[in-house]
DNA sequence: GCGGCGCTTCGGCGCCCGCCGAAGCGTCCG
DNA sequence: CGGACGCTTCGGCGGGCGCCGAAGCGCCGC
């Protein structure tokens, strides 16, 4: 085979980015990055290719050890093998241009405009809301951005008001920044986004649009949002 | 062209991704991580293409801003457009396998064992001094890795002492985590990390090899990492 | 046990893309 | 001013890879 161009060593970059680099194995990743397990016929259908297509997509990204499989039956579920490829691909897809052509038909329009208003991104929460969520934590001081993000003492004591425990132990970043795809602007994740994000779904403030990566705010959700961080109902109701 | 596949819509993840998905754009981009601009020529050799190959790449890369440019005569210099593209790629190679052939010419194997031993990597230092700076910062309590990395009050007294300033005022964190591709072990990349390399170049405590990424730490430097963070000499002297 | 369904394997097709060498252009230097 | 050098453009070649449909396999439910 091709031992043409080996000539500097190191780690083998292009095998990775190989694996991204074609579009349905992207959009597989793209769609997973809701954190589920999803099943190999779901994402052909999804993407819009075959079974079969689908399959050798798949054998490849878990060979790569993007995905892990988990096989059920007559079903195989797939899902993002860890939270680092979760971080990878989100910073891929933020360095990547915005998609020239929006969604055509109407109901693709409205799709994407739930998913700008309120989604979860992988295991945090991200569009206008995830941002606006941001926002108010940094602007009460539980955020602090100046020389990288950091979690203040009163950020601290926030979350425990609230008994909300993010995941120790883990070499995770408590707080990271990630940028969204459609408000262009940093949004919180790591181990805190995600567990804010896991108290908002168990709390009922937030609840899934069907199977969806879309979510809405509930009326006790609006209700939490502004006793803790003060936002108004404007930017928590998606605009029809 | 193909319009077919773009049932589901979001960032053109695909785009960016085949950019690196290539061994030869991949390897431009791991040789331009010294954070230093090269020409086309000296790319093209390094990897051992035909300089018109090493423009068709070029101009990609530098299309997608992942590189940029800058023309001074008959020459043209590429860099990594920004630190954003320098951590990508940091993190992609981590997630890469190790090649699984090393080296096999006797220099080859010297030169990797001298990346091996110091190396700069993009701004900051990494190999195993790099992961050993790492480690006595921790064990001195200066870093803390618990529920994520972050600089403690004596690390920033520490850093004053040292006339060590961090370029601040940027989103860039000041801590980062970067896994080594050699040591397989996290050390200290951000803009603390930056400034301690840099501070390093400055003070007369390391110097490039040649115009490698490769770096020894010299008598000056040994002095001084042992005074300021008890390092023995063994570490930061390469064995032979 | 039989049909249906989800998934897999295999051939075959076609396109994309990375490679080169030859020729040409602009810059620098003697 | 002429030659060397760095870079670019272009045509052409070859291999890799993403796609499909047909056939087959295993699990499930009736």
Redesign the pocket.
Known sequence: ??T??TRASGPDLACVA?LL????RAGFCLALLDGRAW????L?RHM?????????????LVSGSLLVEER??????VRLADPHVAELIENLAAMAPARPTPPRSLSAAGRRRALAHARTCYDHLAGAVGVAISDALTARGLLDWDGGLRLTAQGEAWLQDLDIAPTTGTRRPAVRSCLDWTERRPHLAGAVGAALCRHAFTAGWITRIGTTRAVTVTAVGRQALHDHLGLPDEVLQQQL
Chains 1, 2 share one sequence.
């Open positions: 085979m091709s043409r161009h190989r680099a074609d579009g349905t099943t190999a016929t779901e052909a819009g290719v075959a079974a079969s297509t689908a399959t050798e997509h798949l054998n490849a059920q039956g007559r079903h195989r579920y």
